[in-house]
């Protein structure tokens, strides 16, 4: 089975712009979760989508939103860039369902740099 | 809230030893999951073991296995027969279990390990 594949894997943006980040889950997964990842906070959960709704959401601005698909692929989205916003995101997917227990399973991750 | 404690910023092995990653949480869930995972420098998250609140045996997976202690909050990570790829920061982290799906889940600041031959 194919793993969780994220694009762009690097992207270089300034200020003020806005980004989209791709995520392609494992198939038959239908729950699909983004983290930020930076050296002074650390990993931090942005939010999960199951079946193209928002299920879970993490202490975010609104300038991070996100959407699913129906084929469970999952798009980020961050408006009016930050010098703040300089992170590794990372995907991760899970087959989803009616507990949290569900293991989720990383993709090699997508590094932005705002300039 | 949750909290989760990595107080190992770095550890150093000899290959082929056994080590000890230290993981403390905090949370007032009564059901609850934890992880540890590995990232290598090429930035990926590898899921290694669970453990869930409610299994009364600790998780093993190969060289991995979870010595987990309720009453005391620690989940600590046991590597055993350290190998050079095992060098790569690992995390510890934890989600409530709650039906319908409802959770955010909490990380440690990780560990670096490196792993000497």
């Known amino acids: 089975k194919a793993g969780v594949t994220q694009t762009p894997r690097y992207l270089i943006k300034t200020r003020g712009q806005q980004v989209t980040l791709s995520c392609s889950p494992i198939s038959g997964h239908r729950s699909v979760s983004w983290y930020q990842q930076t050296p002074g906070q650390g990993l931090q959960f942005l939010f999960e989508?199951?079946?193209?709704?928002?299920?879970n959401k993490g202490n975010f601005p609104g300038r991070f939103s996100g959407r699913q698909f129906s084929n469970s692929r999952s798009e980020m989205n961050v408006s009016t860039l930050e010098l703040g916003d300089s992170a590794l995101y990372l995907c991760?997917?899970?087959?989803?369902?009616?507990?949290?227990?569900?293991?989720?399973?990383f993709g090699p991750g997508t590094r932005l740099t705002v300039l | 809230a949750q909290k989760i404690t990595q107080t190992q910023p770095g550890m150093f092995v000899q290959e082929k030893e056994a080590v000890t990653l230290d993981c403390t949480y905090d949370t007032s869930d009564p059901s609850y999951g934890l992880f540890w995972y590995k990232q290598p420098s090429s930035g990926e998250m590898i899921f290694l073991i669970y453990?869930?609140?409610?299994?009364?045996q600790n998780a093993t997976e190969g060289r991995y296995s979870l010595n987990f202690q309720k009453a005391r909050k620690s989940a600590n990570l046991v590597i055993s027969a350290s190998q050079l790829g095992d060098s790569a920061m690992y995390f510890c982290a934890m989600r409530p279990i709650v039906l319908g799906g409802s959770y955010i889940p909490t990380f440690g600041r990780g560990t670096s390990l490196i792993v000497h031959p």
């Open positions: 991760a997917s899970s087959p989803g369902g009616s507990t949290s227990t569900d293991t989720q399973y």
């Open positions: 989508y199951f079946s193209e709704t928002q299920r």
């Open positions: 453990q869930g609140s409610y299994d009364q």
